[in-house]
């Protein structure tokens, strides 16, 4: 059992930020820590509270919890597991698929936020890790920003894509989750989702929430081109290889 650390082993410290609707007062404090309080929490210190808006406020909470976790319960497998070298991403692919992969990646909806997409497939990639347009078993294809799930599935569908990664940065009232079910559907209706790969991705994204929404792995923070590259090179040459 683990419980959150602060000053002290197994202390429970904890840290909690939230805005209320109410003009910032001493009352508006003790609002704060109240709530705090109903939440569960013990030896609440509410230790910075303002203004942030006309009749908003923002707080800082300190306290401590009951609660602990058994981790050794917690299943949530990641999609990237022991990446390959870009020359071994190459290799498998060239000696067990024969071709180039296809892969279309894009952010979805309304979503203007390219760094995350942009870092994976970009030649020039992440933290010294190439991209995937630097590889020579991908041809790539970055549609950029705000793009429908309509004209990425109507793309997949023309240039027979093998794989798809979707993004998506912006999570507002769970838009995120809107749009990776919106597209994940449409492809289902289509009767193209069996034949590709689905990837998603954000900050937000773990590999569990993509598999519950009907992906085949999902890619979050930390994340490394070489960590995608090689499922999806994995993947494939594993379906090339059952053929």
């Known amino acids: 059992m683990v419980r959150p650390y602060g000053d002290t082993h197994d ?19 003790e ?12 030896e609440v210190s509410v230790v910075e509270g303002r203004a942030i808006a006309a009749g908003f406020s923002f707080f800082v909470v300190y306290a401590r919890t009951p609660a602990a976790i058994e ?12 990446p390959l070298s870009m020359e071994q991403v190459d290799d498998l692919i060239a000696k067990r698929v024969g071709r180039k992969l296809k892969v279309a ?4 909806g309304t979503d203007a936020h390219t760094v995350g997409i942009d870092a994976i497939l970009n030649m020039k990639g ?20 705000q793009i429908s799930v309509e004209d990425l599935v109507r793309f997949a ?17 769970g838009s995120d989750i809107a749009n ?14 069996e034949r590709l790969l689905l990837i998603a991705g954000g900050p937000r994204v773990t590999n569990l ?6 992906y085949d792995a999902g890619f979050g923070r930390g994340t490394l081109p070489s960590d995608v590259a090689t499922f999806i090179a994995r993947r494939l040459s594993d379906a090339a290889s059952r053929r």
């Open 157 to 173: 569908r023309e240039r027979d894509v093998d794989a798809i990664l979707a993004s998506q940065v912006v999570t507002q009232k």
């Open 209 to 214: 929430l993509a598999a519950e929404l009907g």
């Open 105 to 108: 990646g894009a952010c979805i």
């Open 31 to 42: 609002a704060a820590r109240q709530l705090a309080v109903k939440m569960g929490l013990t």
């Open 71 to 82: 981790v050794s319960t917690i299943r949530a497998p990641s999609a990237a597991d022991a």
């Open 126 to 145: 992440y933290k010294g890790d190439y991209g995937l347009e630097r590889y020579q078993g991908f041809e790539v294809f970055n549609l950029g920003s």
């Open 180 to 193: 990776f079910t919106a597209l994940a559907e449409l492809l289902e209706a289509e009767n193209v989702r």
């Open 11 to 29: 202390d429970g410290a904890v840290q909690l930020s939230f805005t209320l609707p109410i003009a910032w007062s001493e009352a508006a404090d």
